[in-house]
């Protein structure tokens, strides 16, 4: 059973919109879990989880889309990350669907409770008249914490339809004291703008951690004899509690915090690669509970997280597939990236009494 993964920071996309591709649905997870050395304890998990998601979709959501993206490095170790997105009437008791008893028909009658319990992390968004949004992760090595400060971070990544690869990409590095966020557009779509994504993600390896102005300037360079890109860098520092950020293109970046005023990050004209005509870095000050977003053009900047009830309290990754499945453009490829304070170790397996 062969099945052609998706660079690891892209999303494999899954469309589940009759009960015909349940079965579909399951049979690319458990390809994609082989590929990366799924133990088959966890191989099983992944095939539950997914069946009972994805029914949940056809049958109370009208259908929906599965995405599926690897989590961690591509070892025994690895686990995946799997969100089920639909647009269907919602719920206004999630805590009722976590209980055992609960179930979508036509499945093995476990519910969104079992899922939790075979999951390593689990978080559910659902209001009436907003669908319903499951962000799910399964295998070893998924719910490792991390001492000090840092990021937590969550990121959808997906190809325009009908292209084999993207040409959005992000990458997060974590230093001591420093978290450092790359959004990348490669210019257009399809091969060039992957190879130009790809150089761009390697120079970030190679040098994140100087400041975002010094890196798009040797990314500017990097991408010399590419399509070239718009790309955006984030820097937090931790001992400042500051966030510095510079762009060129068309990738937005947002700051919410839940006490001040929410605040958009600049990005200049330009194409890294090609033409800059500037380069500004610009600080901020980091509020306690703040959310960074950040995005590409495949994704309209038309959203307001106020509109969705509680959503912002979510694991981040749920809050990319949200705002993926609500405003995603389809005539581009679309990367967003969401990160907030790490503050502890999260299981997001919502409580009973939620």
């Known amino acids: 059973m062969g099945v052609t993964l998706p660079a690891s920071h892209v999303s494999m996309s899954v469309p589940v919109l009759e009960m015909s591709g349940v079965g579909e649905a399951r049979r690319l997870a458990t390809a994609h879990a082989e590929a990366i050395g799924f133990s088959e304890t966890d191989a099983e998990r992944l095939r539950l989880v997914v069946t009972e998601a994805s029914t949940n979709m056809v049958q109370h959501g009208g259908g929906g889309e599965l995405l599926l993206r690897s989590w961690g490095s591509r070892s025994p170790a690895c686990c995946l990350e799997l969100l089920a997105l639909d647009r269907g009437p919602g719920m206004a008791n999630v805590s009722a669907c976590m209980r055992d008893g ?8 476990v519910g969104f409770g079992a899922i939790a319990r075979l999951s390593t992390t689990f978080d559910v968004f659902s209001a009436p008249g907003k669908g319903t949004a499951i962000v799910a992760r399964i295998g070893a090595g998924s719910v490792k914490g991390s001492t000090g400060p840092g990021l937590e971070w969550g990121a959808v990544c997906v190809a325009k339809r009908d292209e084999e690869v993207s040409g959005d990409a992000w990458a997060v590095r974590e230093d001591r004291g ?9 210019l257009g779509h399809g091969l060039h703008a992957f190879d130009a994504a790809g150089k761009a993600l390697l120079t970030f390896g190679q040098h994140a951690g100087g400041g975002p102005e010094p890196l798009l300037r040797t990314l500017d360079a990097a991408l010399r004899g590419t399509r070239g890109a718009a790309a955006a860098v984030a820097e937090i520092q931790w001992t400042k509690r500051e966030i510095h950020y510079a762009g060129v293109g068309n990738i937005a970046g947002a700051l919410l915090s839940p006490h001040v005023k929410s605040r958009s990050l600049v990005s200049h004209n330009g194409t890294a690669g090609q033409s800059i005509d500037r380069i500004q870095e610009f600080s901020h000050p980091w509020p306690d509970g703040s959310l960074l977003v950040m995005h590409s053009d495949g994704l309209s900047s038309s959203w307001e997280l106020d509109t969705y009830p509680g959503l912002s309290q979510k694991n981040p990754s749920l809050i990319a597939g949200v705002l993926y499945r609500d405003f995603v453009r389809r005539r581009d490829d679309v990367v967003v990236v969401v990160a907030r304070e790490r503050v502890q170790e999260r299981s997001e397996k919502p409580a009973e009494s939620r």
């Open 102 to 109: 609960f179930s979508t028909g036509g499945s093995r009658g």
């Open 178 to 186: 420093l978290s450092t966020i790359l959004v990348v557009d490669g």
